[in-house]
Structures are given as C-alpha cells and as structure tokens.
C-alpha cells in the first residue's frame, strides 16, 4: 500500500520559514516524480514545486528562490525548505507522485497545515 505523510507545518509569521517532509512507503521512492502542491481555503488544489526522479525541477514562479524541493531516495523522504513565506500562502500542503512531474498524480498524502500570519 502506498503511503504519503507529511509533517512540518504550523504557524509562522510572515518573513518566516518552514520545512516540511514526506515519508513516503509502499513504492519504489526512487522511480517515481514526487511534488508539492497546496490548497488554500475556498481556493483550487495549485501545484507548487516537482522533482522528477532525475533530480529536475519544476516550480511556480510566485516561488522561484524561497521555496526549494529536494529528495533523499535512500531514506524515502521528499523536503520542502520554505524561506520568506507569505500569508497568501497559508493552505495546506499536500505531497503526491507521479511517473513525471508532468503527469497523472495518483497518491496523496493527507496534508500538513501551513498557516503565515501577517
């Protein structure tokens, strides 16, 4: 069974940064494109940064140079540094894979809440 949990959010001030993580189980970690994505309330689910399992990325540009994604295969786990973050940008934070960043996303996990106070 293919498991997703992320971890990581809270409440921060805006300016402030977080880390989130995605301990991911139940498939071959290393095969697959793994991204973040967020909803906002009363908002539609937005992608926000994508690894491919060859280590390229692709981010929103509202998040070029705060946000940074990283994997480590080894340990299963997908990070997501988040520097200067925003009060827009209180949601929450879903992983999910896919075969390409630019494919069908078929497993998510349940979300953390990131929550920037202004």
């Known amino acids: 069974e293919v498991q997703l949990v992320e971890s990581g959010g809270g409440l921060v001030q805006a300016g402030g940064s977080l880390r989130l993580s995605c301990a991911a189980a139940?498939?071959?970690?290393?095969?697959?494109?793994i991204g973040w994505f967020r909803q906002a309330p009363g908002k539609e689910r937005e992608g926000v940064v994508c690894?491919?399992?060859?280590?390229?990325?692709y981010d929103r540009d509202s998040v070029k140079g705060r946000f940074t994604i990283s994997r480590d295969n080894d340990g299963r786990s997908l990070y997501l540094q988040m520097n200067s973050l925003k009060p827009e940008e209180t949601a929450v934070y879903h992983c999910?894979?896919?075969?390409?960043?630019?494919?069908?996303?078929?497993?998510w996990g349940q979300g953390t809440q990131v929550t920037v106070s202004s």
């Open positions: 999910a894979t896919a075969s390409t960043c630019w494919s069908y996303y078929d497993h």
């Open positions: 139940g498939f071959t970690f290393s095969d697959y494109a």
């Open positions: 690894i491919n399992n060859n280590g390229t990325i």
